[in-house]
């Protein structure tokens, strides 16, 4: 029986034929329908998809066989996707597409309903979307926590130039200079933990490159050491330090591994009771370059063990009490593994301290071994004119008072223009600038006194935003030198005393 003899008045029956064997023969779904929805012909693709031979499925209602395909009277051309149980008990999108066919007069209508399994393709949309989607959220997440670290420094700097003040102004007054050292600290601490909370969301995006080269690790511990040297007088402990006879050297970066021990510093003093015990090793054992912190502190319990490298693990601290934001060992962790090292920690259980131990690739042997520096001396800068240029008003005023209580004299502005104009007008030795002014901004202020004054003066940016991505459009618009907030007055009062020579005040 032909196409032109299906769907004369009675029961439907099966195409046969030409048709009846294409769809016998076709892979693809394809049911064809009569006028009263009801199959006259059922592809192998069909059987495979729905699970249903041909003899079982022709003469009845697609209705009843699969509702979600069943057509619409007289709707004739449409597209519909909708999702089913396949044979395979998966949820399969499929789309699925009505085509009338044209047929002889006399003849009742026929519908091809051809189904499409787009399940795999809807699937690849889904996860294509999500992983859209979550680019979008790490993105909103970057600007959000780069915006937290600019708006939690801003007040820092303000808090540090203050104290600093309060220091130099008060005298010998023991009362008052451990106040103002209590206010430093606390702010210095404030500060890494936004510095630590944006370093992991750095390393975890993958966005921080390590400038890498040879480190003596002796270096590397007594610029850690100089920088808990506050903590460790604070709190009367004995940290002592043992290295190795000969220099230990490793291919890193030098600022990172610096933070790595200074990290596990800050982990021991933080955990082990005012007086403790605090020993320092740098070894090399056999290819690798070990360091060592261990501490009498209050030790590690054996649960916490096995993931106190983990983000935002915390352990007990003397007392009882929780601390911290748990982000300086995952930090030291992710920093090691970029060096290509390892780090693990021990400890016989609560109340018997711990032992943190990193191992890094020793580097491969140099014509000379770097020469261990000499901490170099500060000395007093000499009197010169520094412009401030500062939106922030506590900021400002508190800088500008920190500079000449140490007999620098201030030219200070709290906009951009302003800042230039004061820049011409005195010819300044140096300009501290913050970059994120409002209007005309900092690197632009200083593209305007480069064009003003020449290569003279000695420019220092200021900003809330830390990275090298900042520090590059620094050294672009013209500056010597960024500092990120909050800015030890101390830090920049040495870097001035090592850069500009001072003219003096006419």
């Not at 006028?35 to 495979?48: D, E, I, L, N, T």
């Not at 499925?57 to 395909?69: F, I, K, Y």
């Not at 060592?292 to 915390?314: H, K, N, S, Y």
Request: with cysteine; aromatic share 2%; charged share 25%.
């Amino acid at each position: 029986m032909g196409v032109g003899e299906v769907g004369r008045a009675g029961p439907a029956t099966a195409v046969s034929g030409s048709v009846g064997a294409l769809l016998e023969a076709l892979a693809a779904a394809v049911v064809l329908v009569d006028a009263a929805g009801r199959v006259v012909g059922w592809s192998a693709g069909a059987r495979g998809l729905f699970d249903l031979e041909a003899e079982h499925a022709v003469g009845r209602p697609l209705a009843e066989l699969v509702p979600a395909l069943a057509p619409e009277r007289g709707a004739g051309t449409w597209v519909r996707d909708v999702s089913l149980v396949g044979a395979d008990g998966r949820l399969r999108a499929l789309r699925v597409t009505a085509t009338p066919l044209p047929v002889d007069e006399g003849v009742g209508a026929l519908t091809v309903l051809a189904c499409e399994d787009r399940t795999e393709a809807v699937e690849l949309e889904r996860r294509l979307a999500a992983v859209g989607e979550a680019a979008r959220v790490d993105a909103r997440h970057a600007e959000f926590l780069a915006m937290l670290g600019h708006e939690l420094r801003n007040p820092l700097m303000p808090v540090l130039a203050a104290a600093h003040a309060i220091r130099v102004a008060a005298g010998p007054n023991p009362a008052i200079q451990r106040a103002a050292r209590v206010i430093e600290r606390q702010a210095r601490h404030l500060g890494r933990l936004v510095d630590d909370l944006l370093d992991v969301s750095r390393i975890r995006h993958g966005k921080i490159e390590l400038r890498l080269e040879r480190v003596d690790l002796a270096e590397a511990v007594q610029d850690a050491l100089a920088g808990v040297e506050h903590l460790v007088r604070a709190g009367h402990y004995d940290v002592s330090v043992a290295l190795a006879d000969e220099p230990v050297v490793v291919r890193g970066d030098r600022a990172r591994l610096v933070q790595v021990v200074a990290n596990l510093l800050h982990n021991a003093l933080k955990y082990t009771s005012p007086g403790g015990q605090i020993l320092v090793t740098v070894a090399r054992e056999g290819h690798e370059a070990v360091v060592r912190v261990r501490d009498t502190g209050l030790g590690i319990e054996p649960e916490l063990l096995p993931r106190i490298f983990d983000l935002f693990a915390q352990g007990a601290r003397p007392g009882g009490a929780r601390g911290g934001l748990g982000l300086g060992l995952a930090l030291v962790r992710q920093i090691v593994l970029l060096h290509g090292g390892r780090v693990s920690a021990a400890s016989a259980g609560l109340g018997h301290g711990s032992e943190f131990e990193v191992r890094l690739p020793v580097a491969a042997a140099a014509a000379q071994p770097p020469a261990r520096a000499a901490a170099p001396s500060v000395a007093r800068p000499r009197p010169a004119r520094v412009l401030l240029v500062e939106d922030n008003t506590d900021a400002r005023d508190m800088l500008q008072t920190a500079l000449e209580l140490e007999g620098h004299f201030v030219y200070a502005a709290g906009v951009g223009t302003d800042g230039v104009l004061l820049g011409r007008e005195t010819a300044p030795d140096a300009a501290v600038i913050d970059l994120g002014l409002p209007g005309m901004d900092g690197y632009e202020v200083a593209r305007a006194l480069r064009e003003a004054l020449g290569p003279g003066p000695f420019l220092v940016a200021l900003s809330g935003f830390g990275g090298e991505e900042v520090a590059r459009r620094a050294r672009q618009a013209g500056f010597d030198a960024h500092l990120t907030k909050p800015v030890d007055p101390a830090e920049l009062l040495a870097l001035l005393g090592s850069r500009v020579g001072g003219r003096g005040v006419a």
